[in-house]
């Protein structure tokens, strides 16, 4: 709509531009006029109408992708992906593009508070003096042993700090359960690594950009798993192959992710029978594929494998089996990739070595040409990196404070959201004394607790990451403030500085340090002397440089190639377990991680909630996925609202037919039914994680594709908000089209 001016409103806005062009040269726009903001405290560092980029680090996800904010007038204006990074070299994903709806989210708590009754949500501000002094007379009062910390994947530099303070307090270690972490399997990836290749534990490299096939199981590299931007970046390699040279992608899983649509070949095969299939695979290499694998050390691992039982156990025909695995001779550089899906199961482990070994049967272990590399080591000890907790080592943090053995909690994260009911969190925070959160919005655990001290958002705050996995050389990602601290908000960094000072003794003396910008400047000189970007012959130069790029990683490549592994000579693989077999519940869970909302982090966040879903084009609510020949059977249709119940509970989410999904599976994607997080993801759709069973793998890690559920339809309807054409799908579900 055009705007009128008068001709006084002209004269003034003429002179306005006039000031402005001659100031900055920066013009104005007569419809719409901007308006003035005056700043109590000017930024010192820039001019008005100057734009000042500043380099950090990405915390969306546990990545580490260095970004690069615009700040202008002293406002964080725009994300981009620092093209230096050595991870993600310019790229950004959906979620880092969104940052700043994290620094200017409306609900954003502005001071410590403090609860009247948890639950009551009538919240006091107190001054920070206050509110430290009274965690920290909270947590001289406690019993020996009786303090905890419960998180997610915190930032490096927060365990760095935590990690001592408790340590020095004769604490239980930090217990950090990240659900994305979970899904993606990284520790249990990194445990198999580890005992496969015989080294520490250690996430490795698939370098699928130097790679002319890939064989993923269930790695959906191209939107949650590991590295998202890293591995988009190589996959884009493998597809411009030299001299036109297209790599080659097969991907198995039970549904048809944006990672499968991509693919050459999609393998729907059986969820919980990928090890099953590794195998066979091998043995049909063993026999017929000629004297590499014949010959291999790893040979006598997949002889006593049945090819037929994996055909199946799988639904992938024999035939079918032993196309793939011989086509897999006929390259020169493949690479087979344990992904997420396999770490949901309860044979996980044995499931991700079988596939690893894959690669080792076929020599792409060992060497710098090998297929996989490992993360290499930090610069320095001192960066030391947050390495998830398993699902066994939160249940059994819970049974602590259920028996009443926790006087006071620390929580940075949302476990009341994360982990599933069955997990008996809720029972277990009633039984503590005094919980602290440090959430910045009030979510449903902070909602529980009795004190708030809210961090400050990662646009807002010093720290680093220790970039795990990066593929050709070390890097540290440095994060800086790239604004002052908008509220009266606190880094949780220097919350526990603080404490240490406030406590004395042990823990002042682990953590002398008076504040993070000191801890940082302190971690940083010893960089002084190493390969950089940037002179480092004195820790000022190093803090410089560091700030100036946005942290640390040398000029040449330094590629961790792994030995060629000893071989083991048996694998012993058991059959997947699943809660609610033989109870009614006919269809196999498989719960995944939306590319837009991560694990639910992301949901406070309107950009995300309206990004469209890559494959179902859906938003802002929660949707359950059915094949057109089970949703037939059950008498469901497009929009109809049904409850998906387990024996652990049930949710509503509505029925999108979806061709691509095997007909015992029904998929739900992460990230919607917060009851408390935000005006923007309040009372959005449904939580799928309250459906899981408490189950484990063999290495202590949640099964979270473990879990059988049935379909109960409602009786009502809701039209789920989508941008597709229905076309495709309204005719494969006439049709009756089956996968694979």
């Known amino acids: 709509m055009t705007q009128f001016l008068s001709r006084r409103q002209f004269i003034q806005l003429g002179g306005l531009a006039g000031t402005a062009v001659a100031v900055s040269g920066c013009t104005i726009n007569l ?116 303090v905890a910390f419960y998180g997610n ?43 496969l290749l015989g080294v520490e534990p250690a996430l490795p490299v698939f370098d699928i950009a130097r790679a002319d096939v890939v064989f993923s199981f269930g790695a959906n590299f191209t939107e949650t798993w590991l590295s998202p931007v890293a591995y988009g970046h190589a996959f884009a390699a493998l597809r411009g192959g030299p001299l036109g040279k297209r790599g080659y992608l097969v991907q198995f899983e039970p549904r048809l992710s944006a990672t499968a649509a991509v693919a050459d070949k999609w393998i729907p095969i059986a969820p919980g029978t990928e090890a099953a299939v590794a195998l066979a695979l091998g043995k049909i290499l063993v026999l017929e ?21 994996a055909a199946a156990a799988s639904g992938i025909s024999e035939d079918r089996l032993r196309e793939l695995a011989l086509s897999l001779v006929r390259f020169a550089r493949p690479v087979i990739i344990p992904g997420g899906a396999l770490a949901g199961h309860t044979n996980a482990a044995a499931a991700m070595t079988a596939v690893l070994a894959l690669n080792a049967l076929l020599g792409q272990i060992g060497g710098q040409a090998g297929a996989i590399a490992l993360t290499p080591a930090a610069a320095d000890p001192a960066f030391a990196a947050a390495t998830p907790s398993s699902f066994a080592d939160a249940r059994a943090l819970i049974e602590k404070m259920k028996a009443g053995a926790i006087d006071v909690l620390f929580v940075h994260g949302n476990p009341l959201y994360d982990l599933p009911v069955a997990a008996g969190f809720a029972e277990g925070l009633a039984r503590v004394p005094f919980v602290v959160s440090f959430s910045s919005l009030v979510d449903e655990t902070a909602v529980q607790a009795d004190l708030i001290l809210p961090d400050h958002t990662y646009l807002e705050s010093w720290g680093y990451q220790v970039v795990a996995p990066v593929a050709d050389r070390p890097a540290l990602s440095g994060q800086q403030p790239v604004v002052a601290a908008l509220y009266d908000t606190r880094a949780t960094s220097d919350v526990f500085l603080d404490l240490a000072l406030r406590l004395g003794g042990a823990v002042k003396q682990a953590l002398p340090w008076p504040n993070t910008v000191e801890f940082m400047k302190a971690l940083t000189g010893k960089l002084r002397g190493k390969d950089a970007a940037y002179p480092v012959k004195t820790p000022e130069q190093a803090w410089a440089g560091w700030r100036q790029m946005g942290g640390w990683w040398p000029t040449a490549e ?40 991560g694990d ?48 652990n509970g049930e949710i509503e989410a509505i029925v999108y037919i979806y061709p691509g999904i095997r007909p015992d599976v029904v998929a739900v994607p992460l990230g919607q039914g917060h009851s408390s997080f935000g005006r923007y993801a309040n009372n959005k759709g449904a939580n799928v994680l309250a459906l899981l069973a408490a189950q484990t793998n063999e290495r202590g890690d949640l099964a979270w594709a473990a879990t059988r559920v049935k379909i109960v339809p409602t009786g009502r309807r809701r039209v789920l908000p989508r941008i597709e054409n229905n076309v495709g799908v309204d005719f494969a579900q006439k049709n009756e089209k089956v996968p694979g």
């Open 289 to 309: 594929g000629g004297g590499a694998a014949k010959d291999s050390p790893f040979a006598a691992l997949f002889r006593s494998a049945d090819i037929q039982g």
């Open 31 to 146: 419809q719409q006029p901007e308006k003035l903001e005056p700043y109590v405290t000017p930024p010192e560092e820039a001019l008005p109408g100057e734009n000042i980029w500043y380099a950090s680090t990405c915390r969306q996800c546990a990545a580490g992708c260095g970004i690069i904010v615009r700040v202008s007038n002293g406002r964080p204006r725009k994300i981009e992906g620092n093209p230096q990074h050595p991870l993600n070299r310019g790229k950004l994903c959906a979620r880092g593009q969104a940052g700043l709806q994290l620094l200017y989210h409306p609900d954003r708590l502005r001071n410590a508070v403090k609860q009247a009754r948890r639950g009551s949500r009538q919240f006091t501000p107190l001054y920070w003096e206050a509110a430290l002094a009274q965690a920290a007379e909270r947590v001289k009062a406690a019993r020996p042993g009786a």
């Open 153 to 195: 994947l915190i930032p490096d530099n927060l365990a760095a700090i935590i990690g001592p303070f408790f340590q020095a307090l004769n604490a239980p270690a930090p217990v950090l359960f990240d659900v994305q972490a979970t899904f993606d399997g990284r520790r249990t990836l990194a445990l198999a690594t580890g005992q």
């Open 558 to 597: 330094e590629r961790a190639a792994p030995k060629p592994p000893p071989a083991p000579r048996t694998l012993d693989v058991s059959r997947p377990q699943f809660a609610g077999e033989g109870g009614g519940y006919p269809f196999l869970l498989y719960p995944y991680g939306s590319v837009a909302l």
């Open 600 to 647: 639910g982090r992301g949901a406070s966040q309107p950009w995300l909630q309206e990004t469209p879903d890559p494959m179902t084009t859906a938003s802002w609510d929660t949707w359950v996925e059915i094949n057109p020949i089970t949703a037939k059977a059950l008498g469901v249709e497009r929009d109809d609202v049904v409850k998906v119940a387990s024996a």
